[in-house]
């Protein structure tokens, strides 16, 4: 079964610091897709960042940018000149097949602090 | 754009009582997916559906119905609430193909006492 593992419950940096947030996951699948969704205190689930694993070149959105290192199933989420409009709980997610739908597999969540 | 709509946003329940979740996409999604978010873990699904009059059980199914009888409406029923469903209920929708991007409605949290 596909695990993620977010190593990080809780994170808190100043604004317009850089911030990474770890995720590694457990896969014996070759091709799949890997997400961060960022969830405000709104509790809106909103996607930051896709990555598709047989691309080499890591994803980048804006400020958002990922460290996919597939050997190590790791995929980390950086996040630059962090603001406060941040602040949130980020997850990270693998995407797999099940009976040729789109099953997203969820770690725990980081939640994170941008302080002013 | 309304995007993917959940009725009702709160709802407050007693043990063995009944209520049925409500979701609507105007994307002309064909896939649906219902998950529940509880304290310190990430979603998990509940159900899916991978188009009009199909529903399949996902990790959690227990205690839950699905019926999908339209292609934009997804409804996740609680026959009889049990004080463990008490969570914060995602519904998210998607193309077949694509991007493989599912997008999620605002949640219910669903107190049952």
């Known amino acids: 079964a596909q695990t993620v593992t977010q190593s990080q419950p809780e994170m808190s940096v100043q604004e317009a610091e850089t911030v990474t947030l770890s995720c590694t996951y457990d896969t014996s699948e070759s091709n799949y897709y890997l997400f961060w969704y960022k969830q405000p205190p709104s509790r809106q689930m909103i996607l930051v960042i896709r990555q598709e694993a047989y691309k080499q070149q890591n994803a980048t959105e804006n400020r958002f940018s990922v460290n996919f290192q597939k050997a190590a199933k790791s995929f980390s989420l950086k996040i630059s000149d962090s603001q406060l409009g941040d602040t949130a709980m980020y997850f990270c997610?693998?995407?797999?097949?099940?009976?040729?739908?789109?099953?997203?597999?969820f770690g725990q969540g980081t939640r994170l602090t941008i302080n002013p | 754009n309304a995007g993917v709509t959940q009725t009702p946003k709160f709802r407050v329940l007693k043990t063995g009582q009944s209520m049925t979740l409500l979701c609507a996409q105007d994307?002309?999604?064909?896939?649906m997916y219902w998950y529940r978010q509880d304290p310190g873990m990430g979603l998990r699904l509940i159900h899916y559906?991978?188009?009009?009059?199909?529903?399949a059980k996902g990790e959690v199914p227990d205690g839950y119905n699905v019926s999908r009888l339209k292609k934009q409406n997804f409804l996740l029923g609680l026959e009889s609430a049990a004080p463990s469903q008490t969570s914060v209920y995602f519904c998210?929708?998607?193309?077949?193909?694509?991007?493989?991007?599912?997008?999620f409605g605002a949640g219910t949290r669903l107190s049952v006492l």
């Open positions: 997610a693998f995407m797999t097949y099940i009976q040729g739908a789109q099953k997203l597999v």
């Open positions: 998210a929708s998607s193309f077949r193909q694509g991007r493989n991007i599912q997008y």
């Open positions: 994307m002309n999604h064909e896939y």
């Open positions: 559906s991978v188009g009009e009059g199909t529903t």
